[in-house]
């Protein structure tokens, strides 16, 4: 098996710099603590939808979600279409609440539709268990890195966290967006470039069908079946509409564009979960046993789709296999570390410490606790790869308990009105005790979690409006206000420039730069292989163009309409 050459290092290289270059390029826009975590509601719905997209999945997702596709087939593109239905309540539902709350951070919508208890018990508890996620999310992109270099596990991860903190440290939002975009215009070609290289590779998709065991077909046998699949989009369908995924419903312009966010996410979701995990169904079939291959690791299965990729692409394409990766784990880790120091510095600290602090002190204070949420993640995951934990495990785990807790009082908040200010902490203290229990007491399945924590939690939420209590808060009624009425841009963003024409101009001239610097790489290429090289980089092209044809509204327009 061949590992990263120089080229692919090289390529790594430049990928990281670029990265660099955007967050100080994202600055620019960086006026206060406004546009650092919202990005001033200015966030082209299309930037903000890929970004959605890419921070719900991770190199966990070609890792920990490819080790399942491995060892059990069919049931991981299920999840993944799960995923994608959960994009249909945020299209439907909850995309237009929370743009029309006009909020900079989740947390702040808990104080207001509930109480200052609520915010600090959400925002503590949500800190300190996300540290375990974004830390399985780093541990899957050093172990795909190692995996394909050769590196050392434990510095790859923390060389790894370095270089995305980095970037978030000074561009806010606006960086974690645009490097989505940009690191979505690498993934994808790729993705396809490793999809038809794959089935090319075991005889089209009736080889590879009728190559696989019987058992991978079919939910039938034992493991996750039709149930379990069903409790995992249940599970999911909470965190894909709170968190970061809120955080890009309320940073575009209106309730139009929060919505194509989440129509964009679906589409994107649903394709996704056919294309990702063909290559490692397809490692089944060529190396039915990688503990062969790479006894060193605890679990060998998570890295099918780096063998996949040392299989069967040629240098150089494995840099950007490799820089793919980064951008899949980037865009999780970024959007957890910018959202985490929004909850950090106005939710803890402003509303503790400091009530007064201006926007200034508040953009600096989000520069240190990103820097610490970084930093913490990045010493979780190195534990995490020295126990040899499971990846899947690990982020499933930690996933269902922070989604079944917060989400159902964070939701249900947005369409049920008649309940008390205590109801939401009721119900998520609830959750979250239940949900410990079953996840380091009792060992619970998630079909478990699932089946007995949401009807609890829902159960307290909606019992609460049977007691009497005190009449809703001006700050909640103010809430509901908001709720009733649609965003008026004109009125509300009238002081707030439109970036539009200048981000996709800068977009498409970085995008047309990576497809034309791919193209150096047929040089590096076999003869057999060079085919690859130039689809991929044609497909980059073709992006960059349909990306500078992008413009903004014109100015003329919104001013006559203010």
């Known amino acids: 098996m061949k590992t990263a050459s120089t080229v692919d290092y090289v390529v790594i290289a430049v990928y990281m710099a670029l990265m660099l270059a955007i967050g100080f390029y994202s600055a620019r826009f960086n006026r206060g603590a406004s546009d650092y975590f919202k990005g001033g509601n200015r966030i082209p719905w299309l930037v903000a939808g890929l970004s959605s997209f890419m921070s719900g999945f991770s190199a966990w997702t070609f890792t920990g979600a490819a080790g399942l596709a491995y060892q059990q087939g069919v049931v991981a593109i299920l999840l993944y279409i799960g995923n994608a239905v959960t994009f249909l309540l945020g299209y439907f539902v909850f995309a237009v609440r929370w743009r029309r709350a006009r909020i900079s951070t989740v947390m702040e919508y808990l104080v207001e539709r509930f109480d200052e208890s609520t915010r600090q018990a959400f925002s503590w508890t949500t800190v300190f268990f996300q540290l375990f996620t974004g830390a399985s999310m780093l541990y899957g992109l050093g172990l795909f890195v190692a995996s394909t270099s050769g590196l050392p596990l434990t510095w790859t991860i923390v060389g790894c966290g370095a270089v995305i903190l980095a970037y978030c440290v000074v561009g806010g939002l606006w960086a974690v967006v645009i490097t989505d975009f940009l690191q979505a215009v690498i993934l994808m070609p790729f993705t396809l470039v490793m999809f038809f290289a794959s089935l090319a590779r075991v005889g089209g998709l009736g080889g590879l069908l009728a190559a696989l065991p019987p058992e991978m077909k079919s939910l039938s046998h034992p493991g996750p079946g039709w149930i379990y699949v069903l409790s995992w989009t249940v599970m999911v369908s909470f965190g894909y509409n709170t968190a970061a995924m809120a955080q890009r419903y309320f940073s575009v312009d209106d309730e139009r564009s929060a919505k194509k966010v989440a129509l964009l996410c679906f589409g994107l979701f649903l394709v996704g979960a056919f294309i990702w995990f063909v290559p490692p169904l397809a490692m089944r079939v060529l190396y039915p046993d990688l503990h062969a291959l790479w006894p060193g690791y605890a679990n060998p299965h998570e890295a099918s789709y780096a063998v996949a990729a040392l299989t069967l692409l040629p240098t150089g394409l494995v840099g950007i296999m490799l820089a793919a990766m980064f951008s899949a784990t980037m865009s999780s880790l970024s959007g957890l570390f910018n959202m985490h120091s929004a909850v950090i510095s106005k939710d803890i600290y402003q509303t503790l410490f400091a009530r007064k602090a201006g926007e200034r002190e508040l953009l600096i204070v989000g520069w240190i606790a990103t820097f610490g949420v970084g930093a ?147 040089v590096y290429a076999r003869p057999g292989e060079r085919a690859t090289v130039i689809v991929y980089a044609a497909i980059t092209l073709a992006i960059a163009a349909a990306l500078a044809l992008v413009r903004g509204a014109p100015a003329r327009a919104e001013g006559k309409a203010a």
């Open 376 to 522: 913490a993640i990045t010493a979780v995951a190195a534990a995490m790869a020295a126990r040899g934990a499971s990846i899947f495990e690990v982020m499933l785990t930690f996933n269902t308990v922070m989604s079944l807790a917060y989400g159902p009082p964070a939701l249900l908040g947005l369409v049920v009105r008649r309940t008390p200010s205590w109801s939401g902490l009721a119900s998520f203290a609830v959750g979250l005790a239940l949900g410990c229990y079953g996840a380091f007491v009792a060992q619970w399945t998630l079909v478990q979690n699932v089946a007995i924590i949401i009807p609890s939690s829902f159960g307290v939420f909606l019992a609460s409006a049977l007691v009497p209590g005190r009449a809703p808060t001006a700050r909640r009624e103010a809430l509901f206000r908001r709720l009733d009425t649609p965003v008026d841009v004109a009125a509300e963003l009238h002081d707030v420039p439109d970036p539009t024409a200048a981000v996709f101009r800068f977009l498409a001239r970085m995008t047309a730069g990576v497809g034309l610097a791919s193209l150096f790489l047929v």
